[in-house]
């Protein structure tokens, strides 16, 4: 198919074991038009009654469905690129009729209805649906298989997850990093690895409405997970005398995080911050002097694309591969992970010497290139089977 077999031509990114490539910059080409406006219950509702279009003779096999697990709902970074994503693909799609977590022991590896069986199921994460004859899923990071990782996910990743992507033959991810540990992970040079990129709201751009602030201070975007290296933060904070730090954390996560602040006897110099919408947040990257994120892993590292984004630089761990390709030079790599003097004097520099950077092109990160990706590989992917079929006689 020539739409898919020209990346470089709608900004499509594919990978293979023993491949790499750049990030590309060219923008999508869209196959048709993109549904805007919608929540994810109007997009449910369009999407399973649409019909498909393109042109059929008589004698030519039936269009193949998709089906996709839409429970990826919620605040978080699988969540979010769900919600973007799916509102905006571009080909006919049912919500798979099944409940429970996803992301749970019990809702991970559910079974599907009979009638979804011969379509293709297409996830935005990473979890697989039994009895699917053919699924696309999108393994954002392999965080779960890092140091110390439950040996549920271990045993799940290994025994069900990595064989099912080998059978399949296509995978999605987020970014180039993530295509390089998962082709490493999968050892296998015959599974297409599509890098499809993440997007961006639109409410994080330079220009807006800054947060209120009588004195400079610098923000923290994230969960408090042990990866997140939330600890070296707080600590360089105690050695920065007078720096003043907002945390944007889950409100599930507010108490944790103020035991760790008084536990420094910080009280004084953080605020936390819940359940804020795009807006709102915008407001805090653009009036914060830096954003600094301490991770030491990520598949992506959207707090760090929000906040170049608002033309506030971020200060990272040089050794996140992940957020060093999204900030490249807006902002400072910190050389060590767990120094927290090292962390007090990167931060001690943003509020000495305030900067912005320049933000990176609309088209560079965007929810409709991603989803324009996503559509291309399940476009594709129906096309060959209809052929396949046909060839059957089925």
């Known amino acids: 198919m020539r739409w898919f077999a020209e990346p470089r031509a709608c900004g499509m990114i594919v990978g293979s074991v023993g491949k ?4 590309s910059r060219h923008a999508p080409t869209s196959r048709s038009p993109c549904v805007w ?7 449910r509702r369009s999407r399973a009654h649409s019909s498909d279009s393109r042109p059929r003779t008589r004698d030519a096999a039936p269009p193949v469905p998709v089906y996709v697990d839409s429970r990826w709902t919620g605040q978080h970074g699988i969540g979010r690129y769900a919600n973007e994503v799916l509102s905006r693909l571009s080909v006919g799609w049912t919500p798979l009729p099944i409940d429970g977590d ?3 022991p019990s809702g991970m590896m559910r079974g599907i209805p009979a009638q979804a069986r011969a379509g293709l199921v297409y996830s935005p994460g990473y979890n697989v649906v039994l009895r699917a004859r053919r699924q696309v899923v999108t393994v954002h990071d392999l965080i779960h298989l890092r140091d110390g990782a439950a040996l549920r996910y271990r045993a799940y990743y290994e025994g069900v997850l990595r064989p099912r992507i080998r059978r399949d033959g296509t995978v999605i991810t987020v970014s180039e990093t993530s295509r390089a540990a998962i ?6 040079d015959r599974v297409r690895i599509v890098n499809a990129g993440n997007g961006c709201s639109a409410a994080f751009r330079p220009d807006g409405p800054h947060a209120a602030a009588e004195e400079p ?3 923290y975007v994230g969960n408090l997970r042990a990866h997140k290296n939330v600890d070296v933060l707080l600590d360089a904070l105690a050695v920065c005398r007078g720096a003043r730090l907002r945390m944007v954390v889950p409100r599930a996560e507010s108490d944790d995080a103020r035991g760790r602040i008084a536990a420094r006897d910080l009280g004084p110099r953080v605020e936390v911050l819940c359940a804020l919408d795009d807006d709102d947040l915008a407001r805090q990257y653009r009036g914060a002097v830096a954003t600094v994120l301490p991770t030491v892993y990520e598949g992506f590292g959207l707090p760090a694309l929000e906040s170049i984004r608002c033309g506030t630089p ?12 999204t900030v490249g030079s807006r902002g400072i790599a910190v050389s060590s992970a767990t120094d927290a003097a090292d ?5 001690a520099s943003m509020i000495a010497s305030p900067q912005r950077v320049a933000a990176p092109l609309d088209d560079e990160f965007s929810w409709d290139r991603t989803a324009s990706i996503v559509s291309g590989v399940l476009s594709e992917l129906t096309d060959s089977d209809i052929a396949a079929n046909g060839r059957s006689g089925r």
Do not use: K, N
């Open 20 to 23: 790499s490539g750049r990030r």
């Open 37 to 43: 406006g919608m929540g994810m219950a109007g997009v």
């Open 343 to 347: 962390w007090s004097d990167a931060i």
């Open 102 to 104: 996803p992301a749970g």
């Open 314 to 325: 971020v200060v990272h761990w040089s050794g996140c591969e992940a957020v060093s390709e």
């Open 217 to 219: 201070y610098v923000l």
């Open 183 to 188: 082709a490493g992970w999968l050892r296998d």
